[in-house]
């Protein structure tokens, strides 16, 4: 995962941004996904919040991506804030499923492959 961007879509960009409890905001980034150890695996990459009772926004890939240097591609995905104030990481997860529903159902449950960090937002107290 390169180039993250997290956006409130009005002067906020970057991989760090504040935001209000339930606040609509956007992160794009870009990917290249394989899998080597299993090469015929379905693959999901799932954007989303990691926090207990989450859910996740996307799947910013869903295939079979082969051997190194497998599928390259971008995501672009809106995401919202939680309702309660406090620190919250935006995660990639890399999940070996059978489909991007079935990845998605699982977000956050602690069974994906890999779990990459790539920003974070911080929910303060207030309302738009």
Same mark, same amino acid.
């Given at each position: *995962? +390169?180039? =993250? %961007? ?7 960009? #970057?991989?760090?941004?504040?935001? /209000? !409890? ?6 794009? @980034?870009?990917?290249? *996904?394989?899998?080597? +150890?299993? !090469?015929?695996?379905? %693959?999901?990459? *799932?954007?989303?919040?990691? @926090?207990? &009772?989450? +859910? +996740? &926004? $996307? ?6 991506? &082969?051997? $190194? ?7 672009? $995905?809106?995401?919202? $804030? ?7 990481? =935006? %995660? ?17 449950? #602690? ?7 790539? #920003?974070? /937002? /911080? %929910? /303060?107290? #207030?309302?738009?």
């Amino acid at each position: *995962v +390169s180039n =993250v %961007v997290l956006t409130d879509d009005l002067s906020q960009f #970057g991989t760090t941004i504040t935001l /209000i !409890p339930s606040q609509e905001f956007y992160v794009s @980034y870009d990917f290249q *996904v394989s899998s080597s +150890s299993c !090469p015929t695996c379905n %693959v999901q990459l *799932v954007t989303g919040l990691s @926090y207990l &009772g989450s +859910s +996740s &926004g $996307a799947c910013a890939y869903a295939g079979v991506p &082969g051997v $190194a240097p497998g599928m390259s591609g971008t995501e672009s $995905a809106t995401l919202t $804030a939680p309702s309660s104030p406090g620190t919250y990481s =935006v %995660v990639v997860e890399y999940n070996q499923r059978a489909s991007c529903g079935d990845a998605l159902t699982n977000f956050g449950m #602690g069974t994906a492959f890999f779990m990459q960090v790539i #920003g974070q /937002i /911080i %929910v /303060i107290s #207030g309302s738009s």
